[in-house]
């Protein structure tokens, strides 16, 4: 299937996926209360997406690979903060291990992405 839209990128629906289980964790009341970790997290979350999509219009692979860079440390970022909603109680194992698999999803898909752009790079 070809890519014609920034949404048909599959590690952008893993990454909004992973956005609305954020949050949706970030709704429970003792999470929702930490001002400053909700919006960090819901930040990181959403700046996957983002930089997919802004990476979608890069003018060349090497600039694709770029944004999608970002994209994988935002993840990064995202299973950070998961462990301090999980050590200050706000998500339980259960839920942290949920998200933060998501995020090793993402990451992964990711990281293929940008070998499969490498390669189409190298080639023409």
């Known amino acids: ?4 839209r920034f949404e048909d990128i599959e590690a952008w629906q893993v990454g909004r996926e992973l956005t609305r289980k954020i949050y949706e964790a970030a709704r429970v009341e003792r999470f929702a209360r930490d001002f400053g970790l909700r919006d960090q997290v819901q930040r990181a979350a959403v700046s996957i997406m983002a930089n997919i999509a802004e990476g979608f219009d890069s003018q060349s692979n090497k600039a694709f690979i770029q944004f999608l860079g970002y994209a994988l440390r935002s993840a ?7 462990y301090v909603a999980l050590d200050q109680g ?3 194992r259960e839920v ?3 998200l933060y698999q998501w995020a090793v999803k993402v ?3 990711i990281h293929g992405f940008m070998r499969y752009l490498r390669n189409v790079e190298r080639s023409t």
């Open 1 to 4: 299937m070809a890519i014609e």
């Open 76 to 82: 990064t970022e995202v299973q950070s903060h998961l």
């Open 90 to 92: 706000y998500v339980c």
């Open 96 to 98: 942290f291990d949920d």
């Open 107 to 109: 990451k992964s898909i």
